[in-house]
């Protein structure tokens, strides 16, 4: 029996011993926690970095922007994608998964941002790394507001003070968001440092300036336009990239524009604002623009995005851009795609894929494997979002805006000398937007353009079937398709709070 | 569908139900015994023991019960005891039992002897009678139906001295006193003493031991007989699996019981089996809890099934609440093999050898019918066919890739036992190899078990013992099925023109144009589906160890403590290789190696007291315990590309030489339980149990973290009333149950979700990767258990002296504060959905389990089925019961309707004329031509969009059912098991691009069958390259009675007579061949219509939102087994 009451002793003793421990249940995750980060400049511009890294997912600047705009007037999505061939007929899905992503990602940058513009200025670090690190923040803050209220019009605006606790709270109006994005912008202008001094790949303070010009000409601000843009050019610090500094043949304007496309004009100052690329390390990440733009036939491009006659037969015949823009069947057909077929075979046939109806696809994006080869799903461009040449045509069209024909000539002549043009004179609104359409072909702006100048209509209620395959689009309604629909997983978790815009 | 499980039992078991035979090979066994006896039927109880006792005035009877009462020694006596009208009284400190039985029955007529534990009381005359040393008795055992019992244990009691019955069941024994006493002993009946006297002849009745034979069933934390039970317990013995070899014990469990459903995720060797208790009762995992030899397992694929003693599956909450917070899924409570408790010592030797093969092959188009199509259907489009299609290289079919990528495949089993006990230890040993080839080439599982169970008597009072089982397998190859990838896929799209190997032996890839461009647009991006099966490298290894000791001591007569610690150690490593694809067709320039490892511990330790109590007609069982249970899994992964050297299994990490990612990290949790349970009996026939279970766990918020899990069962044994006595040779058993309980379930997938944790990744900052940290998790400090509650009725009943069994159950569970993935508001950043307790639904089923069996001089059989009727609805969603959509969005789960509905359009029919297309395009502004589809324009709003989505039907079966028939004669056996569904819908998904040529891939057969102007009695829309109408969008076109039964098995075997085989040494030999999924009676028309979630496991959503999608998954095979069991 003496046995049975050593074990059993010892064993109540245990047992209650363990029993009585709230220890024995308090257990922490081993990883970090938010408590735990937030403690050095290195962490803190960890968490900065967050805020970037949304810009370079499928999603968004990977492929998803160029979904969103197959509605423009310069391509379409040119492959079999039913959702997407429906869109860019504005008959307007609203359960495009890309497009929910697109949504999150936007919000993950604001959240993130949030988060650094909250918890940065307590830290224990100099007061130069914070004014960087939440000048960035404000920036991506206004910068990501932008995308979205030019996709749907006025958003939530979050307290990023406070750790957001109530995420159910409903749209402001469109002039309450604007407002919100140029505040957060002129806090960037305020914090952050010039090209050059700023970190390189890095919002800095021609970014800022940049892109509230831009803000403000949506809200026909053309005073404010020139007043900023003003402060961005003469800063001294920005200048379009130029290989060849005066160009006078086709060859060196060609090889200028394409140029700035290439890895070779990564960061350079004319970028303001760019995703960055880079080359295939073996590591994920980074945009895969590229192969999304190279044609099928190109070693399994996915050939996306086609453009329509309507943008390359409005080129002239002297513009470089063209060549540098778009490969068309029988015209240039060559494609320096290094190693292609073999090392040392760095020829390239363009040949459009069976299936494409235009029998074209842009180069600009794709051509950086001319100079890497093709290696994986990334190309080691950046992925421009704002160039000098973009807000140089901007405060161009706010002085003819303001000052008639003819005031944006010096502007709009600074992008065309770049490429070896003819400078223009007494350059009209019309003049202005071709240009524009030219030098930002591909780029995102045309069909936002469009819509904001409300030619959008005119242009697609009278398209060819010639000019373009879809032909006339009449399913457009100005009113309606101002804005694109908002995505409804994202109605959804907003438990209804967030509106969908009219008529969807 | 209840199965007997015998404790005290030894091997060879598969023939229960067939005494004769059974016993007839237990001679061997017992004659083994026999060797050991002399150590067994020593005197090893003390005859000093000694006590206090004090005793005013009672009879006889009653001062012996006293002692009895007091010490363990146990008194057989006759009536002249109890009449015995004497009066004792005695008062003794501390002296032996000897000297104080002396002083009680030295004034009467009786005398006693001591043997061993036991005391005889007889009468003085009977036990001073002449001593003849060379009695000789014998005589003839019999069971109750006068069969005659050979091997039945003869012992002298207290002596050395013994013998068996022969074959006739005669024996014959020299006996040296004839106040000795005989004990006849045999297993399955209970053992009988008798005096001798003056008998020389004893004739020997045996009654079958009820206390053996009646059903035991292991339930949470002890074990209950079957007529006891009040809550719905299914289970399996070892019988049950031994039938039916298979790899793995999941499939052990398919179609056998009612209300378990086991859902395959394709066929592939050593893929896991999903299991389900009474349906899917949660969005998360519906995986029951695993209970190993008392230690809760997260995985049972790698136990040796040919370990298992038994599976009990506590399907109600009564029975599983015990289990409290773990439970709400149903607990599977699996015990391995121990060793017997009776001397024996058995060696066993299980092996078989098969060959499995595809059992359907998908008819794909030749090439010549191939270029017809794709002729066609630019025909039909209005376009110039390619002329490509004409030229002499597509007119040449080269491969039938589904013969290239299936093979026969062979598997093989041995499994070694040896049992044995000595003195007071017993102990199970278990050595186990399988290994299995798949049809798909390249794929393979191999296992390797190993397990030793002990037991020892320390001495009355304690005992300890221990478990350890320990098991290494193996899978290997890719037998996945995603779009796009591995060779299931690919062998269903790869061109019949393209051969395996090109001239210089490299795999064949896309043909090529003239400018060596890959012709993707007619071909597709498709791998070369053998290159596929062969370059690609999968290898999941897996080492686990379940182990624990235990103490059990018994404190006084029915209180027992038992104290048991043990753990879990799991590791697994999964290595994959992604090779360079040079060929055309999806060519992949970089190769690339993942590497995952997981390593898990846990340990638990319980401590629980019994305590059975028998006053009168009540009977009491009661436990109490504490268990407290920690977890922690660490893992790694990595992910390096561009190998320098590869080998013939793809590569090794350190020759990567670029680094892609790595990641890793800790999960832990830990979790403190108290539980107790009454039982309760009056009169046997009235039964109440009551549970409850407290458990906190460390995963929730301290408010949060205790849950209480209480049940309550009733039952009423109405054979067992007075008035039931007129119909018991009708009805022989009759009891109606009822039980209502709480349980929970804590598997939401995350341990801490009381954190905002940092996620992190990989991005690009200035051309360089960078590291990126971001809040990931939102905190929920709310979260609790979901709760179901559970109500069950049941009925079990036997007919006509148990040749017909039945059990019937009708239940309602609801699962309340069902956890569901909330997507919040994307400024909330989180990457992840949060889970919320938000959910609710219902599963309401009933089940009934019937057996038939029979014996009629050599012939027996028996006839078992089962039926399940499940019906599944959700009752709430979260953010105003929003619909959750599952992977790929192919189903949807909406409040009213069971999950997972299969969400898309409807197709109306087939447009069959111009005049029909301009009506319809007129009307939907569409593009539709005659031989496209109509879709329903469901709200009616003149639009074909995505609000025209409907429920399309769910892969959830209305019903599941098994017939399981054992047929035999003398030593042939016969088993044929029969298992199905019934109103189950699948989508073929692999239709989608099989049955349309709008993508450029091989397609069906049944694609010959589209529509054109002479061929309109068709569902099969026309054909087209460019689809303007979209037919290819996911529409009930897809979607397909699943509904199957199936021959899952036959078995034919022959048991040698013992005669036949005892000169060649063996206790058992037989042989048996068998075939299993020889037929499958469907209308599905892809490969396998057993489908369940096919959507990856490790993705954070949930995969059971998408059930029953068929992207070409591994299919089942059919095989055929040769096996022999041989017992030594």
Known sequence: MKTIYKILSITIVLVISQACSEEFLDIKPEGPVESDFWQ???????????????????????????????????????????????????????????????????????????????????????????????????????????????????????????????????????????????????????????????????????????????????????????????????????????????????????????????????????QLFAVQGKAWTGTTGGPITSIVFMPQNANNGWNYFHPVPALTNSFSADDPRKKATVFIKGEDDDFPYKDYGGAGNDIYLYTPDETNDTDMNFKKFAHAYSVEGYINWEGNNNISILRLSDVYLLRAEAEIELNGDGAGDIWINLVRERVGLEPISNASLVQLKEERRWELAGELQRYYDIIRWDDAKDIFHNTTIDEDPRGARTTFDPIKHSVFPIPINAINASKETLEQNPMY | MYKKIKTNKIVLDENLIFPKSLRTMRIIVVLLMLSIVQLYATDTYSQDVKISIKLEHVSIKKAIEKIENLTDYSFIYNQVVVDNKNKVSISVVDKPVKIILEEILKNTNLSFIMVDSQIIISSKKQLTMVINPSLSISGTVLDNEGITIPGVTIVEVGTSNGTVTDFDGNYNINITNNSSVLEFSFIGFITKRVIIGSQININIVLQEDNEILDEVIVVGYSTIKKEDLSGSVAVLSAEDLNSTPVSGVDQALQGRMAGVNVMNSGGQPGNDVEIQVRGVGSF?????????????????????????????????????????????????????????????????????????????????????????????????????????????????????????????????????TLRRSVNNSNYSFALGYFNQDGILIETNYNRHNFRLNSNHKINDKITVGQNLTISKDTKTGRGENSAGRYALWSSLAMHPDISVYDESGNFSGVPVDENGNARIDLYGEIRNPVGEAKRNKLAVDRFNAIGNVFVEIELFKGLKFKTDIGGTYSGEEEFMYFPVIPEPGSPSDVDEIQNRTYTDLRWQWSNVLTYNLEVGKNRIDMILGQQSERFSQEYTYIKATDLAFTNDNGGVINSAQTIGDIGGGVEEWSMLSYFGRVNYAYNDRYLFQFTLRADASSIFYLNESWGYFPSVSAAWRVSEENFFEPIKDIISNLKVRGSFGELGNSQIGQNYPMYAQMGSGWGIDNGDVTKYFYESTVPNYDLTWERVRQTDIGLDMSLFKGKIDLTADYYNKITDDLLIPVELPAISGSSEYQYQNVGKMRNTGFELALTYKEIKGDFRYSVTGNLSVLQNEVLSLSNNDQALFGSANYCRTSVGAAMSQFFGYNVSGIIQNDDEANLYNEKYGTNAVAGDFMFEDVNGDNVINDQDKIDLGNALPDFTYGLNINLGYKGFDLNIFLQGTGGVKSVNATNEFLMFASSPNNKSTDILDAWTVNNTQTDVPRLSLEDSNNNARFSSYFVEDADYLRLRNVTFGYTFSDKAIESIGFSKLRLYIQGQNLLTFTKYSGWDPEIGSTFSKNSSSYNSLSLGVDRGQYPMAKSFLFGINVGF
């Not at chain 1, 968004?60 to 969103?68: H, K, L, S």
């Not at chain 1, 749907?152 to 307290?159: E, K, L, R």
């Not at chain 1, 305020?190 to 010009?213: C, D, E, F, V, W």
């Not at chain 1, 020139?226 to 610090?237: A, K, M, P, Q, T």
């Open chain 2, 284 to 416: 998360g995992s519906s995986k029951p809890l695993y209970i190993v030899d008392g230690f809760a397992m997260d995985d049972i694929s790698t136990i040796n099934p040919g370990d298992i003693e038994s599976i009990s599956v506590l399907k109600d909450a009564a029975s599983a609440s015990i289990y409290g917070s773990r439970a709400a899924n149903g607990v599977v409570i699996i015990k391995t093999k121990t060793g017997t408790n009776k001397d024996s010592f058995d060696i066993n030797f299980d092996s078989y050898f098969g060959v499995s093969t595809l059992s359907k092959k998908r008819n794909l188009l030749n090439a010549q019918q191939r270029n017809q199509v794709f002729t066609q259907a630019a025909i039909n489009d209005g376009e110039i066919p390619n002329p490509y299609w004409d030229t002499e290289y597509p007119q040449v079919t080269r491969t039938d890739w589904q013969d290239e990528i299936f093979r026969a495949a062979s598997m093989y089993k041995a499994d070694f």
């Open chain 1, 40 to 270: 050095t400049a290195d962490q803190a511009d960890q968490g900065l970095l967050a805020a970037y890294n949304p810009l370079q997912t499928e999603a968004t600047y990977g492929r998803a922007e160029w979904f969103f705009t197959t509605t423009s007037d310069d391509y379409w999505v040119g492959r079999n994608k039913a959702s997407i061939r429906e869109w860019e007929l504005f008959n307007m899905y609203t359960d495009i998964d890309y497009y929910y992503s697109h949504w999150q990602d936007f919000w993950s940058i604001i959240k993130r941002s949030g988060d650094v513009l909250r918890n940065v200025p307590d830290m224990d670090i100099t007061d130069a790394e914070k004014n960087r690190l939440t000048g960035e923040a404000h920036f991506l803050t206004g910068f990501a507001y932008f995308n979205l209220i030019t996709k749907y019009g006025g958003m939530p605006i979050y307290d990023y003070l406070n750790a957001p606790s109530d995420f159910y709270i409903s749209r402001s109006s469109t002039e309450e968001t604007y407002a919100y994005i140029e505040k957060q912008l002129l806090e960037a202008v305020n914090k952050l440092q010039h090209y050059s001094i700023a970190p390189k790949g890095r919002a800095t303070k021609g970014s800022a300036l940049g892109m509230l010009s831009k803000v403000l000409i949506y809200q026909e601000k053309y005073e404010e336009v020139i007043e900023y843009s003003d402060v961005l050019f003469e800063s001294g610090y920005y200048e379009l990239y130029k290989p060849n500094s005066d160009p006078d043949t086709f060859e060196e304007g060609y090889e200028n524009y394409i140029g700035v496309f290439q890895p070779d004009a990564n960061n350079c100052s004319e």
